[in-house]
């Protein structure tokens, strides 16, 4: 996570705050799920089919279904994130979602273990205390990073200095850990306090350097991480139950997909980001596994004696089993996701002929994605450039169409000039611009600030729109060849 954090500059750490919405009620509505199936007999139906072991399935108290469902909430970023960067969804939406999304969960966490000891009946009472406890948590840690921004990048900036590349690698070994400690201390998981260390040197010129650095430590720990996880795998436990630990990995990965997948479909006045059906078929295959943080809320519910010790070996080892399976979920998010994309074109291009009629741009519009300051200026420049022309006031439909997400176009759009409207969408989905009528723009502006996502919709844009010109910013020469690769002219 420390690494993850790193690469949270200010401008993706504000796009992943675009998918608090949809983290908190993954959240909510997964436990709530979960432990409605379990309260509402769903084992014991299944049980009806399928050899399972009554010992174990039969879960009537209300609490210990709640903390079952909570550990079930929880996804692997240990797995998912490779996946994400393998297959190069990081910087697309479903990839963004799926970043917020765990990393809220990781910071839920803390809380989480807080909690669960009054929630079963085995805390401390005073309300005093549980302030206390939330103080610490809250304020204590904003103060370390208040204080860690200020400190962190004036440290980095002197060891640099030495020219000394061991110290520079166990200065960002020790930021990582130290922040991690201090974390843990106030209440919090070492792994947001590792996150939140990357994210306060995302910012700073040392942020390739630290990336390179730590890299080889990153793939040891991680793979120590795996071979512990691998070593609560109780072997025997699971042939002997095998009919049952199945059904438990099969359930939790249908239940989690489909309530990640009906998160994504809230009207889109209630989220304006709301995923592209593509997007969130990736999102809800990814996240349907379980996670390591599952372990940690098992074994402190074990602790306080809601769970007996055989049924945590049970739940860990099906947590084990889903999360082994990321990759071959991955598989199916790329295969499902195509698939869908592939058949909504095929409905797209049935209905092309009625989206013409009720178009409200011109099929061969120029396209700006974005509308911040420079997609402003852009479009400026393209209504003086196209009203020098004699025969502008002849078009029939705007001949300029941009396209942002900001919430105020949900219910209007603009029309800055007769020539060039302003409209709700995402400009980098080649879909947005099909469905409003825009077949064959004679260009493509893109005007986004932020690197990935000019590189994510250039390379959407290129592979819809062979011929059409697009034009990018790029603010070095490495990113303007990066850009060229993707596809921009």
Not at 307 to 311: E, F, H, K, Y
């Given at each position: 996570?420390?690494s993850?954090g790193?690469?949270v ?8 705050s675009n ?5 908190f009620?993954q959240?909510?509505?997964?436990t ?7 309260l509402?007999?769903?084992p ?7 050899p399972?072991d009554?010992?174990y ?11 079952l469902?909570?550990?079930?909430t929880?996804?692997?970023s240990?797995?998912?994130f ?10 697309e939406n479903?990839?963004?979602a799926?970043t ?6 990781d ?7 807080v909690?669960?000891p ?7 009472t005073d ?10 948590a ?7 990073i208040y204080f860690g921004?200020?400190?962190l ?8 200095s ?5 110290t520079?690698v ?5 930021v990582s850990?130290?922040?991690g400690a201090i974390a843990?201390?106030l209440g919090l ?7 939140a260390?990357?994210v306060l ?11 390179a650095?730590?890299?080889p430590?990153?793939g040891?720990?991680l793979?120590?991480?795996?071979m512990?996880?691998?070593?609560l ?5 699971v042939?002997?139950e095998?009919p049952?630990?199945l059904?438990g990995?099969?359930?939790l990965?249908?239940l989690k997909?489909?309530?990640?997948a009906l998160?994504t479909?809230?009207?889109r006045?209630?989220e304006p ?12 295959l ?8 599952a ?6 519910a074990?602790k306080?004696?809601v ?5 945590g070996g049970l ?5 084990l089993i ?10 199916a998010?790329a295969?499902a ?9 095929l409905s797209l291009d049935a209905e ?10 011109a099929g ?6 974005g509308?911040g300051?420079i ?6 420049k393209l ?5 020098k022309?004699?025969t502008?006031d002849t ?5 300029i169409?941009a396209?942002?997400?900001r ?9 800055p000039?007769?020539?060039a409207a ?10 947005v611009?099909k ?5 064959s723009p004679?260009a493509i ?10 590189m994510a919709?250039?390379?959407?844009l ?7 010109p697009?034009?990018?910013r790029?603010q070095s ?6 850009l060229?690769c993707?596809?921009?002219?």
């Open positions: 996570l420390f993850e790193l690469e500059s200010s401008a993706r750490l504000k796009k992943l998918y608090l919405p949809l983290g009620a959240i909510s509505l997964t709530g799920v979960i432990t409605a199936a379990i509402f007999g769903a014991q139906y299944l049980d009806k089919f399928l399972l009554g010992n399935i039969n879960i009537n108290n209300p609490t210990e279904a709640v903390v469902a909570l550990a079930g929880l996804s692997t240990a797995f998912i490779p996946v994400l960067k393998e297959r190069g969804w990081e910087s479903s990839g963004q799926a917020s999304i765990l990393l809220l969960q910071l839920f966490v803390a809380p989480l273990l909690v669960m009054f929630v079963v009946g085995q805390g401390p309300f005093g205390a549980i302030a206390f406890l939330t103080l610490k809250v304020v204590g840690f904003g103060v370390v921004s200020l400190v990048q004036r440290i980095f900036a002197i060891v640099a030495t020219q000394s590349t061991e520079f166990a200065l960002s070994l020790l850990v130290g922040m843990k201390i998981t070492d792994t947001a306090g590792a996150f260390a990357g040197l995302a910012n700073t010129n040392f942020r390739a350097q630290i990336q650095d730590v890299l430590f990153k040891i720990l793979g120590v991480f795996f512990d996880a691998g070593s795998f109780d072997s025997d436990l042939l002997s095998l049952t630990v059904t990995a099969v359930s990965i249908l997909a489909v309530t990640v998160a479909r809230v009207p006045w209630m980001n709301r995923l592209e059906p593509y997007d969130a078929i990736k999102l809800s990814l996240l349907s596994g379980g996670g390591e943080f372990f940690v809320v098992l074994a402190l074990e306080l004696g769970l007996p010790q055989d049924l739940l860990t080892a099906i947590v889903t999360m082994a399976t990321t990759p071959l979920l991955g598989n998010a295969v996701s195509e698939s869908f994309a592939r058949s909504a074109a092309l002929k009625e989206v013409i009629e009720e178009s409200e741009v061969d519009a120029v396209v700006v994605c509308y300051i997609g402003e200026e852009v479009v400026r209504r003086e450039e196209q009203e022309d004699i502008s078009f029939s439909l705007p001949q169409v396209f942002d997400t919430p105020s176009l949900a219910d209007t759009i603009l029309v000039s007769s020539n302003v409209m709700f969408g995402d400009g980098e989905n080649p879909e611009l469905s409003h009528g825009v077949l004679k502006f893109i005007s986004y600030e932020d690197h990935e996502q000019v919709a250039t390379t959407r290129r592979s819809s729109f062979l011929e059409t697009i034009f990018t790029a020469r490495k990113e303007a060849d990066e060229q993707a596809g921009a002219t």
